[in-house]
Nanobody, 128 residues
């Protein structure tokens, strides 16, 4: 059974930091682009960050640029999202996702619709 399992969420005050992890099982994701998305109550799921297969290329939403960093460790089948200077508007359930299609070595898609596997999400709450 293929699974993505997120962890590392929690409650922090504004200005704080969290590091999310997403571990894949059931198959390797080392050759595939991965992404982080988030969804808060009453809002659509939105793109946060994406990374190509080897970590050479990353894309970020404008709202998190300079504060969030996505990375990966293919030996551990794991991706990370380092979140610094958190703001109350970052409060959401954060999901990781895997895209199985190959579209070039720097492929790091931002569209949720292209991702094939999703985790169950981890809650991040930032208080002011």
């Amino acid at each position: 059974q293929v699974q993505l399992v997120e962890s590392g969420g929690g409650s922090v005050q504004a200005g704080g930091s969290l590091r999310l992890s997403c571990v894949g099982s059931g198959r390797t994701f080392a050759s595939h682009a991965m992404g982080w998305f988030r969804q808060s109550p009453g809002k659509d799921r939105e793109f946060v960050a994406a990374i190509n297969w080897n970590g050479a290329n990353t894309n970020y939403a404008d709202s998190v640029k300079g504060r969030f960093t996505m990375s990966r460790d293919n030996a551990k089948n794991t991706v990370y999202l380092e979140m610094n200077n958190l703001k109350p508007e970052d409060t959401a359930v954060y999901y990781c996702a895997a895209e199985l299609d190959y579209n070039g070595p720097y492929y790091a898609p931002i569209e949720a619709s292209v991702y094939d596997y999703w985790g169950q999400g981890t809650q991040v709450t930032v208080s002011s």
